[in-house]
């Protein structure tokens, strides 16, 4: 069909300048190079995804040569759940340029060291069927452009952080080391019986700059360069302490926040927990996931460790001794307390075989009295208790009363009250009206008398 639409498109031009040679002035011919358009369609389709998570289906480094302006377009197909978005990063600045979700606006692209970034992400808010998808990307240059699919970044790095409870709600604290090729963090929880569970994934770069991403049940940092140092990656998280156990000396080591870390991907079990009567609690555990195209090295990062130890070596350079001092107070009170516990009375154990003992006659009536005489205590206190309540409920009910007939009185002397200002008022307007009326009456006569 294109084929077909150029041929009679070069047909239609021809007979026009047959009939008007004039108008081939209009068209600029072989000068076009202001007015061309290239483009480039990419395909792919994504697998099945789970809820709340985040993935990178595709990423292109571009690489001007010349001043260029650039347009992506995406195309796909509406998917509950599903959250498609471009992004184009300038590479040198770590800056995301301006678009919109199904691609950036028109941009002008200047030729910088490391180019710029087009990535296209995903994230779900609930389970994803396959959906496929395209890319069309619009250039007036030739721009330089992958043959085949888009590439997406692998999986560098996979490490996992069970929950524990630490100052500050940080789960974990890991030290990335400087990477040739531009990363992305995706931090998320699992598993999914903590649905509402808010999360912070902060990075401090080596130059000071900080960068912050806050999520349910997860957090994405979706571009990162870290060129001139190591970067700190913080994850912190609040779980409802409803669905936690409460805090146990025979906690399995999961729970104590033990450290697991392995290449690729790494198993989101998590290991059960005892709650206070021997019930098998799932404690969240916490995913960092570090996406790159190259190897990315990633370790715990002991700062924080260094610090306490640096500060405590300070408080004993200001105070020498203070160390030995505290450890023999930490001695001396477990000693204390082990003295004491040695000096209690051992505890017979259950199982213990006690000799039966057979009671006479007299012992068996002394305890039927004394048995009687407890039933007959208790008999006794829950019948005062009866009267007592009793006693009250009839006062109170009759101070109801009592207040209700009050009530009632105050109302009738109101009523007698207005009743009787009633009465003094008609009266008294009567005998207004009769003055009135006998001076009128006078009035009339005396001057009836003059006339």
Same mark, same amino acid.
């Given at each position: 069909?294109?084929?077909?639409?150029?041929?009679?498109?070069?047909?239609?031009?021809?007979?026009?300048?047959?009939?008007?040679?004039?108008?081939?002035?209009?068209?600029?011919?072989?000068?076009?190079?202001?007015?061309?358009?290239?483009?480039?369609?990419?395909?792919?389709?994504?697998?099945?995804?789970?809820?709340?998570?985040?993935?990178?289906?595709?990423?292109?480094?571009?690489?001007?040569?010349?001043?260029?302006?650039?347009?992506?377009?995406?195309?796909?197909?509406?998917?509950?759940?599903?959250?498609?978005?471009?992004?184009?990063?300038?590479?040198?600045?770590?800056?995301?340029?301006?678009?919109?979700?199904?691609?950036?606006?028109?941009?002008?692209?200047?030729?910088?060291?490391?180019?710029?970034?087009?990535?296209?992400?995903?994230?779900?808010?609930?389970?994803?069927?396959?959906?496929?998808?395209?890319?069309?990307?619009?250039?007036?240059?030739?721009?330089?452009?992958?043959?085949?699919?888009?590439?997406?970044?692998?999986?560098?790095?996979?490490?996992?952080?069970?929950?524990?409870?630490?100052?500050?709600?940080?789960?974990?604290?890991?030290?990335?080391?400087?990477?040739?090729?531009?990363?992305?963090?995706?931090?998320?929880?699992?598993?999914?019986?903590?649905?509402?569970?808010?999360?912070?994934?902060?990075?401090?770069?080596?130059?000071?700059?900080?960068?912050?991403?806050?999520?349910?049940?997860?957090?994405?940092?979706?571009?990162?360069?870290?060129?001139?140092?190591?970067?700190?990656?913080?994850?912190?998280?609040?779980?409802?302490?409803?669905?936690?156990?409460?805090?146990?000396?025979?906690?399995?080591?999961?729970?104590?926040?033990?450290?697991?870390?392995?290449?690729?991907?790494?198993?989101?079990?998590?290991?059960?927990?005892?709650?206070?009567?021997?019930?098998?609690?799932?404690?969240?555990?916490? %995913?960092? !996931?570090? +996406?790159? *195209?190259?190897? =990315?090295?990633?370790?715990?990062?002991? /700062? &924080?460790?260094?610090?306490?130890? @640096?500060?405590?070596?300070?408080?004993?350079?200001?105070?020498?001794?203070?160390?030995?001092?505290?450890?023999?107070?930490?001695?001396?009170?477990?000693?204390?307390?082990?003295?004491?516990?040695?000096?209690?009375?051992?505890?017979?154990?259950?199982?213990?075989?006690?000799?039966?003992?057979?009671?006479?006659?007299?012992?068996? %009536?002394? !305890?039927? +009295?004394? *048995?009687?005489? =407890?039933?007959?205590?208790?008999?006794? /206190? &829950?019948?005062?208790?009866?009267? @007592?309540?009793?006693?009250?409920?009839?006062?109170?009910?009759?101070?109801?009363?009592?207040?209700?007939?009050?009530?009632?009185?105050?109302?009738?002397?109101?009523?007698?009250?207005?009743?009787?200002?009633?009465?003094?008022?008609?009266?008294?307007?009567?005998?207004?009206?009769?003055?009135?009326?006998?001076?009128?009456?006078?009035?009339?006569?005396?001057?009836?008398?003059?006339?």
């Amino acid at each position: 069909l294109d084929a077909a639409l150029d041929d009679f498109a070069a047909l239609l031009f021809k007979r026009l300048f047959e009939l008007d040679p004039s108008t081939t002035s209009l068209f600029p011919h072989g000068s076009d190079e202001d007015i061309r358009c290239t483009y480039r369609n990419f395909t792919g389709k994504t697998e099945e995804r789970p809820v709340h998570d985040f993935a990178i289906l595709a990423q292109a480094c571009l690489q001007p040569r010349t001043p260029t302006i650039i347009a992506a377009r995406l195309t796909v197909p509406d998917t509950a759940g599903a959250v498609f978005s471009l992004h184009l990063i300038d590479n040198d600045t770590a800056t995301e340029l301006p678009g919109t979700p199904s691609g950036p606006v028109p941009t002008f692209l200047s030729p910088n060291k490391s180019g710029y970034t087009l990535q296209l992400t995903l994230r779900t808010t609930a389970v994803v069927p396959p959906v496929a998808w395209g890319i069309r990307i619009i250039s007036n240059t030739d721009l330089p452009l992958p043959d085949g699919p888009l590439p997406a970044p692998a999986i560098a790095q996979d490490l996992s952080e069970a929950w524990a409870r630490r100052r500050e709600n940080v789960v974990f604290r890991y030290c990335v080391q400087p990477a040739a090729q531009p990363l992305s963090l995706q931090m998320a929880v699992r598993p999914e019986e903590f649905p509402n569970t808010p999360c912070t994934l902060a990075v401090t770069l080596a130059s000071g700059t900080q960068l912050t991403a806050t999520g349910l049940c997860g957090a994405i940092i979706p571009f990162l360069r870290i060129v001139d140092g190591p970067a700190s990656v913080v994850g912190r998280m609040v779980v409802s302490e409803t669905r936690l156990p409460s805090p146990s000396r025979d906690a399995p080591a999961s729970a104590k926040g033990a450290r697991s870390m392995s290449r690729a991907t790494t198993s989101t079990s998590t290991a059960p927990a005892k709650g206070k009567k021997g019930t098998e609690v799932i404690l969240p555990q916490c %995913r960092l !996931r570090i +996406l790159s *195209r190259d190897a =990315v090295s990633a370790a715990v990062d002991n /700062a &924080r460790d260094q610090e306490i130890a @640096a500060t405590k070596l300070g408080w004993e350079a200001v105070n020498p001794g203070r160390r030995a001092r505290g450890e023999g107070l930490r001695t001396k009170f477990s000693s204390s307390t082990s003295v004491f516990l040695e000096e209690l009375p051992p505890r017979r154990a259950s199982l213990d075989p006690v000799p039966p003992r057979l009671l006479d006659e007299e012992s068996r %009536r002394q !305890r039927d +009295l004394e *048995r009687e005489r =407890v039933v007959d205590g208790f008999e006794a /206190a &829950r019948q005062a208790i009866l009267k @007592a309540r009793e006693a009250t409920k009839a006062i109170t009910v009759e101070t109801a009363r009592a207040s209700v007939r009050h009530s009632l009185d105050l109302q009738a002397m109101r009523a007698r009250s207005q009743a009787d200002l009633m009465t003094a008022r008609a009266a008294c307007n009567e005998r207004i009206t009769a003055a009135i009326a006998e001076k009128l009456a006078a009035a009339h006569a005396a001057g009836s008398g003059a006339s």
